[in-house]
């Protein structure tokens, strides 16, 4: 049986205002779970309190149901890619790699002009370029699942479908959860799709449960 990962009973507060509440959702290796949903409604915090990185006072997280505390990295459990970048400004790539005991050669079989890139700092590399990077760092990482914020977003076309690929390729051994506002991205790589709204999440068989949820306007 596949290892699996799953949460619930998460609530998130921002004020009176209610981000989350009750959220179940569960993933296991072999499969690519997305969650979509309007700017502001949370899908960010909802990876980083999977994570750890945002502390809520109710929250389980468990693996084959056991449940999780600490520093998932170290334990080689979960890896996160942030919204925001995940490698510092003034770290080379070559570091970044080391940092994250990802071969190279994983980046090099897409990107064979990386190898030049590789004592570049962070800074130094065009947006999209370093997003896909980064990725990918995460998705070769040793962690059974990998949690993904806005993956696509900025990211050249031409990259987008070697991230796909990659993205299909790496659920043989891990599980996914990913969300990005690009849906149509989203939908071509994930098994599974929730919609999250008014706090809580919603399973999605099709556009047009998109369309029934107020996603988007037509199919």
Known sequence: MNDLLEFDGIELSYGPQRILSGIYMKCPVGNITGILGRNGCGKSSLLKVVFGSLPVPVRSVRINGQYLAGDYMKKQIIAYLPQEDLIPANIQLRQALRLFDVDPRHILEYFPEAEQFLSLRSRELS???????????????????????????????????????????????????????????????ADHLYILSDGRTFAIKDHEDLVTRGYIHTL
């Open 127 to 189: 947006g999209g370029y370093r997003r896909i990077i980064e990725a990918m760092m995460v998705l070769h990482s040793r962690a059974t699942f990998c949690l993904l914020d806005e993956p696509f977003t900025g990211v050249m076309p031409v990259h987008v479908d070697i991230l796909r690929h990659v993205l299909t390729k790496a659920k043989e051994r891990k599980g996914i959860i990913l969300t990005d506002h690009l849906y149509r991205q989203v939908l071509s790589v």
